[in-house]
């Protein structure tokens, strides 16, 4: 079946470390999208891509860093300048069409120990 | 003023009432709209697309309205399962498919 995932569910991340979590799709998408959502809020965007080897920054990229080398991925390192990366990650992926909205990932849940 | 504003609630209502919400945007050429549902700690799921006739999905109806620039979701005959975060989510005419989500509106659906 075509979807979506993300891995892994949960990564724990000492202070200034880097950590890259994975987002991988098979459906055939042009774009994807990383998001996170902090509790009780709602989702705000960090990276975009269309397209491969072309990404954008979203609303709240500092600190974060994205790659497309291939279309089905679109991996997010959370660096050590990001202060405050306790969050819910979330992937999401399109046609690119705007009659279609995103297919998500389950997500990956990161904490600072 | 937010792109699309919700009511973040909580809206607690007895199994079986009628619950609905409603969603602002701010983009008049906003030109695709949706609903999603996000249950606690997971991901956001496609509950609907809104076309502009409105459109029906057993128990769910979500309406346009251009004019005024909200769309509406009614959940007829609520179910305990129904309980969730419902998240407006609206698109532009052109910029490829970049959506704009809202903040959600929380239901709790009691027995």
């Known amino acids: 079946d075509g979807g979506i995932t993300q891995s892994p569910k949960y990564l724990f991340r000492k202070e200034g470390q880097n950590v890259t979590l994975s987002c991988e799709q098979n459906?055939?998408?042009?774009?994807m999208y990383w998001y996170r959502q902090d509790p009780g809020q709602g989702l705000r965007l960090i990276y975009y891509?269309?397209?491969?080897?072309?990404?954008q920054k979203g609303d709240i990229a500092e600190g974060y860093s994205v790659s497309r080398e291939k279309k089905e991925s679109f991996p997010l390192t959370v660096t050590s300048a990001q202060k405050n990366p306790t969050a819910f990650y979330l992937c999401a992926s399109s046609m690119g069409n705007r009659r279609y909205g995103y297919t998500f990932g389950s997500g990956t849940r990161l904490t600072v120990v | 003023r937010k792109e699309v504003e919700q009511d973040p609630g909580p809206f607690n209502v007895p199994e079986g009432a009628t619950v609905a919400f409603n969603c602002t945007y701010s983009n008049s050429a906003s030109q695709s709209f949706f609903w999603y549902r996000q249950d606690c700690r997971k991901e956001p799921k496609l509950l609907m697309s809104?076309?502009?006739s409105g459109n029906e999905d057993g128990r769910f109806t979500a309406q346009l309205n251009r004019a005024s620039q909200y769309i509406s979701l009614l959940i007829r005959d609520s179910k305990l399962s129904d309980s969730a975060t419902y998240l407006c989510?609206?698109?532009?005419?052109?910029?490829?498919?970049?959506?704009?989500f809202g903040g959600g509106t929380r239901l709790m659906v009691k027995p």
């Open positions: 459906l055939n998408h042009d774009a």
């Open positions: 891509s269309q397209i491969v080897n072309d990404f």
């Open positions: 809104v076309y502009s």
């Open positions: 989510v609206v698109g532009p005419y052109n910029a490829g498919n970049m959506l704009t």
